[in-house]
């Protein structure tokens, strides 16, 4: 079975600073990794994912994220910070042979609130 | 364009009423997904499909029934509605290599 752990349930970054939000991930076979974004009474926005290739993926909004293999980590970077950066962030893994979605989706972390002050 | 409509946005039923939540997508994707989603608890999976005609169980099915009559339509049906049920329903669609798109979600309540 495939699990998502993201440590933090808050994390606050004072706008301008860099911020990092946590993800680690248990899957067989070859991962396939993404975070989204979700803003108040919305749906999830997809932000970035890691297929295969370069570990440092870049994605919407100035984000990028970090694949790290040995550490099972993929964790999301931005260097400047804004406030209205400020949301609930998901991570989330498949694995094994990746065709969209999957026949069985994406299991999901759940989730880490964000916020950014001023 | 659209993208993954859901309907109703909120509704609160009474213990052992029924509804259907309805999911329309314009994007002609073959996997579609329901998703319910609990404070602190991330989303967790209810059924699935990869194609009309073709669904399947997610990780959290019991209390819940799907159909997929054609590619854009995926709704979700409650037959006895419980307090357990009380959460967020988030509908997605998907095509082939591509990530999940999301509706803006239906807010149950059950009293």
């Known amino acids: 079975a495939q699990s998502v752990a993201q440590p933090e349930d808050q994390v606050n970054v004072a706008e301008g600073n860099p911020l990092t939000v946590k993800c680690t991930y248990s899957?067989?076979?070859?991962?396939?990794l993404f975070w989204y974004v979700q803003y108040p009474n919305r749906g999830l926005q997809f932000l970035l994912k890691?297929?295969?290739?370069?570990?440092l993926v870049k994605g919407s909004y100035g984000f990028e994220a970090e694949f790290n293999k040995s550490q099972t980590s993929f964790h999301l970077k931005k260097p400047s910070a804004l406030v209205s950066d400020s949301a609930l962030y998901f991570c989330?893994?498949?694995?094994?042979?990746?065709?969209?979605?999957?026949?069985?989706?994406?299991?999901f972390g759940k989730g880490t609130h964000l916020i950014i002050q001023p | 364009n659209a993208g993954v409509t859901q309907t109703p946005k909120f509704r609160i039923l009474k213990i052992g009423q029924s509804m259907t939540l309805q999911c329309a997508q314009d994007?002609?994707?073959?996997?579609m997904y329901w998703y319910r989603q609990d404070p602190g608890m991330g989303l967790k999976l209810i059924y699935y499909?990869?194609?009309?005609?073709?669904?399947d169980k997610g990780e959290v099915p019991n209390g819940y029934n799907v159909s997929r009559s054609t590619t854009e339509d995926f709704p979700l049906r409650l037959e006895l509605a419980a307090p357990s049920q009380t959460s967020v329903y988030f509908c997605?669609?998907?095509?082939?290599?591509?990530?999940?798109?999301f509706g803006n979600g239906t807010r149950l309540t059950v009293t």
């Open positions: 499909s990869v194609g009309a005609g073709i669904t």
């Open positions: 890691y297929i295969t290739g370069d570990n």
């Open positions: 989330a893994v498949r694995g094994g042979l990746y065709s969209g979605g999957g026949a069985d989706g994406l299991t």
């Open positions: 997605a669609s998907s095509g082939a290599n591509s990530p999940l798109h």
């Open positions: 994007m002609n994707h073959n996997y």
């Open positions: 899957v067989s076979g070859n991962p396939y």
